[in-house]
């Protein structure tokens, strides 16, 4: 790990040291004593079903578009993503390039496909999440929270923009093409040299990996079946989540309610989203903490809760996802990485090969 990102960590440490010490340290102490464990197991348990959902969401749009891939390989893949999302700025970004690298090499597929496969994965899960942002607004507004009300709003049109931005990015060819060369241009300035030696991967990028990842992506669109099931698992992967939150609270003998938890997770999914630190570490703890207290949820029980349940959901699958990565070695020392082979272009070579007649 560099110097950087190593400070980082420091900092999100010091940043949770300092809301322990705010809360109170010793009531805090309490309170883990007095826990029910078997509520804190269930809802660890409720995680790995958490993805589970998700890895078959992922399964479920590989399929539509022809690839096969084993569950214990896109779970392996999740976990590298998540120990990359995990250890870099933002909540989901250069995780999810490294789990189609992963998958890619371990199936022996194409990029685009996997790309377009994960791009469908992310935007249809913005169902769900359009419904709780919907949901987490009117209960803000009911109980008359008028700043709370109007954060909210503000985030929710940051969400849709946001969104509405990598959509139109995603299904515009062209705009796709000018976001590869403004990507290479600004690593031009970082690392010339680089650049320059990896600028025939970006030329295959813009030539073949993108119009055969906006076909895919097209494809995904109209299989009516994939895109279905991928929703539904995604409504799962949300509940789920709820679930998990809400059992943490049991645990430490704090029930709240449903839609509470939903508020906290519309806020800090987008807040994770543009977070300078890696996967938000520290910034997600104390935002969390803020909510559930401008929500009325006690402050010890507020930190405490939101401690545990990121020692679910960031801290223990970071831990999980370096062992996972540290285990992946797809090249030999010195090999030149290359692109998985493209399957449409081997599936045609196969049918032109002419058959040798039997004597």
Do not use: C
């Amino acid at each position: 790990m560099d110097k950087k990102r190593a400070a980082f960590f420091i900092g999100a440490l010091i940043v949770i040291g300092a809301l322990i010490n705010w809360a109170g340290a010793q009531g805090i102490a309490d309170i883990l004593r007095n826990s029910d464990i078997e509520y804190f197991l269930l809802a660890l348990l409720v995680y790995l079903v958490t993805l589970l959902a998700e890895a078959l969401r992922w399964r479920v749009l590989l399929k539509g578009l022809g690839i096969h891939a084993s569950l214990g390989t896109v779970f392996k893949a999740i976990f590298v993503g998540m120990f990359f999302n995990n250890i870099s700025p933002g909540a989901k970004g250069l995780g999810e390039f490294i789990r189609v690298y992963y998958l890619a090499k371990e199936v022996k597929e194409p990029y685009g496909p996997m790309t377009a496969s994960v791009m469908m994965d992310r935007i249809l899960d913005l169902v769900p999440i359009g419904v709780m942002m919907v949901l987490a607004t009117l209960y803000v507004y009911n109980l008359g929270e008028t700043a709370l009300t109007v954060l909210i709003i503000i985030l929710d049109v940051i969400m849709i923009g946001f969104s509405a931005l990598v959509i139109g990015l995603l299904m515009s060819e062209k705009r796709t093409h000018s976001a590869v060369w403004w990507i290479y241009r600004r690593y031009h300035r970082i690392s010339t040299k680089g650049a320059e030696k990896r600028l025939e991967g970006f030329r295959k990028i813009d030539e073949v990996t993108i119009p055969r990842f906006q076909e895919d992506f097209k494809v995904l669109t109209r299989s009516k079946s994939s895109t279905f099931m991928a929703v539904l698992y995604s409504f799962v992967y949300w509940a789920l989540t709820i679930v998990r939150y809400y059992l943490i609270f049991l645990a430490i003998r704090h029930p709240i309610t449903p839609m509470a938890i939903t508020v906290v997770l519309v806020v800090s999914m987008v807040v994770g989203m543009f977070a300078i630190v890696p996967g938000g570490a520290g910034i997600i703890e104390a935002v969390n903490t803020a909510v559930f207290i401008a929500l009325g949820i006690d402050p010890q029980y507020s930190v405490t809760g939101v401690l545990l349940e990121r020692l679910i959901s960031y801290w223990g699958p970071t831990v999980v996802g370096s062992f996972v990565t540290a285990g992946f070695k797809p090249e030999e020392e010195g090999e030149i990485p290359l692109s998985a082979p493209d399957r449409r272009v081997l599936d045609e070579t196969v049918e032109k090969t002419p058959q040798s007649e039997e004597p």
